[in-house]
């Protein structure tokens, strides 16, 4: 059972729709990652919190809004979406921001965008 | 840009060797990740690599080159759970994971 856990695990949404992806980690982590995984692409880093805050914003598009509400908890709001958003959203957490640490992923949304 | 590759997909049967390469040219580094990605699953950390050389772990070894930009991962004795996807990620500068497309690895009887 992972330690990092991911609701909703599939979504379905049309454009005009507003939707929010949570990310809750159980590991007493201090950061945590939004990540979005396109078909045969790289794993694209959208945003990182440490400590509740936000320290990268990777020039991702304004319909993307995320919350850190506390260090163990994520989400990802949702709205106007384009077809092209449809992917797997993954959410992963680390003790710290320190290069040794490894990433602990959760098993990501399936996002559909109609 | 930071710019990772390694091969698309790669076969081979139970109970042999399968090696994949990963080459790097980043802005700065700080260590490379090997992750392992089944389909509808989380990616799970296996290896880390920081000093040149070998890093081994069961039948997972992990090698790498700061010189030559490159690493791979060694599957040994493999099995049919290994079938996955592997992903290569670099650290660069700062705390920054920079991956791969990712290498599908199918395991044949």
């Known amino acids: 059972e992972t330690g990092v856990t991911q609701t909703p695990r599939h979504l379905v949404m049309g454009m005009t729709n507003k939707k929010s992806l949570k990310c809750e980690q159980h590991l007493g982590h201090n950061a945590m990652y939004w990540y979005k995984q396109s078909a045969k692409k790289p794993l694209e880093l959208m945003f990182v919190y440490s400590l509740e805050e936000r320290v990268e914003n990777n020039s991702v598009p304004s319909r993307f809004s995320p919350e850190c509400p506390n260090s163990s908890h994520l989400f990802l709001h949702l709205h106007t979406l384009q077809p092209e958003d449809s992917a797997l959203y993954l959410c992963?957490?680390?003790?710290?921001?320190?290069?040794?640490?490894?990433?602990?992923f959760g098993p990501g949304t399936r996002l559909t965008v109609l | 840009g930071q710019n990772i590759d390694q091969p698309t997909e790669m076969t081979a049967t139970e109970g042999a060797i399968v090696q994949i390469n990963c080459t790097y040219q980043t802005s700065g580094f700080n260590g490379l990740f090997w992750y392992q990605q089944h389909a509808g699953e989380a990616p799970t950390f296996l290896s880390y690599?920081?000093?040149?050389g070998l890093e081994e772990k069961g039948r997972f070894s992990s090698f790498l080159s700061r010189s030559k930009g490159y690493s791979y991962l060694l599957l040994k004795e493999l099995q049919m759970k290994d079938s996955a996807s592997y992903l290569c990620?670099?650290?660069?500068?700062?705390?920054?994971?920079?991956f791969g497309a990712g290498t599908t690895v199918t395991v044949r009887a």
């Open positions: 992963a957490s680390s003790p710290g921001l320190a290069e040794y640490n490894e990433q602990f």
């Open positions: 990620a670099v650290r660069d500068s700062d705390y920054k994971l920079s």
């Open positions: 690599n920081v000093l040149d």
